[in-house]
């Protein structure tokens, strides 16, 4: 927390996508880490599902988060 790598996985992920020419990139949060759902949106993500994620015996929720990136495939 609070050394920007976070950031720079994401800025680095966006550059790939461009590169690869892709539409959007996507992923994955655990709907009760407020703290990263918020990283997210200031990313530009927003949410478009939810899935449930085992962890064990465990099911969690995931919140399903895309960024429209506005590359052609």
Do not use: C
């Not at 550059?15 to 759902?37: D, H």
């Not at 990283?39 to 988060?65: A, S, V, W």
């Amino acid at each position: 927390h609070g050394k920007k790598v976070g950031q720079r996985l994401i800025e680095k992920a966006l550059e790939i996508a461009l590169l690869e020419q892709r539409a959007y990139i996507w992923l994955a949060v655990w709907e009760n880490n407020p703290k990263a759902i918020s990283f997210y949106q200031r990313n530009g993500f927003t949410e478009f599902d939810k899935h449930i994620f085992r962890l064990g015996h465990e099911e969690q929720t995931d919140i399903m988060m895309k960024k429209e990136i506005g590359a052609i495939n």
